[in-house]
């Protein structure tokens, strides 16, 4: 929502904000000008596109005090974790299913995200979500199987990437760098280095042994995350985030 509006491709007053939490509809409505209420059932029913974001566990409690007021032509895309097409469509009905999973860095226009259709939504449905996300970042079509597996990545993923800079900032700081400099370091390092990738079309592997030299400073480095298990411990970490979404699903 944030993203979105930020962009400019939707104006705030297209946008109705629900929840039971009156101080933060509010603090929307005064960052972002949308519209808020804490009556889903309703301004449901005046909707063309609902997002269901609400935490897995809670989700039928809250989708059962509005359902009976939903119209067949209206589409909903869940970017719950966990939560299955299957089970979606069984609870709405007739409705269009579209499932995403995007990420935090969609507030800033620089998100990464996952979608899939449900049986009953049609191209122009998926069409529609792929255009909202990509107006915030970066979404690919996936197979609902592979869903957990984009959670756990790019869903997670941010607070991989921040500790991994945090960490580089500390290691910055115990080599003496003041750790403002050594954070503004960090961040400018991560955010280069993924821009490169990006721009360049090339492969990780190729950009790396491009900076890396023979007997150099960085195959020092890069002997020390080999030693400690880097690649392990993150792919470990994304499997450990896909099994937990795949556990809320249940």
Known sequence: MTGWVRSGKIAPEQITAVDVVADLLDQRQQELGVQISTDAQSIVAEQDVIFLGVKPQYWLTTVSGFKDVLRAEQLVVSFMAGV??????????????VRMMPNILAQIGAGGAGVCAGTKASPSHLSLVLELLNTVGTAVVVNETQMDAVTGLAGSGPAYVYTMIDALADGGVRMGLPKEDALKLAVQTVLGAAQMVQESGLHPAILKDRVTSAGGTTIA??????????RAVLMDTVEAATRRSEELGK
């Open 84 to 97: 299955r097409i299957e089970t979606l469509e069984e609870a709405l009905g007739a409705l269009p299913v």
């Open 221 to 230: 480095g890069l002997h020390a995350l080999e030693q400690g298990g880097m």
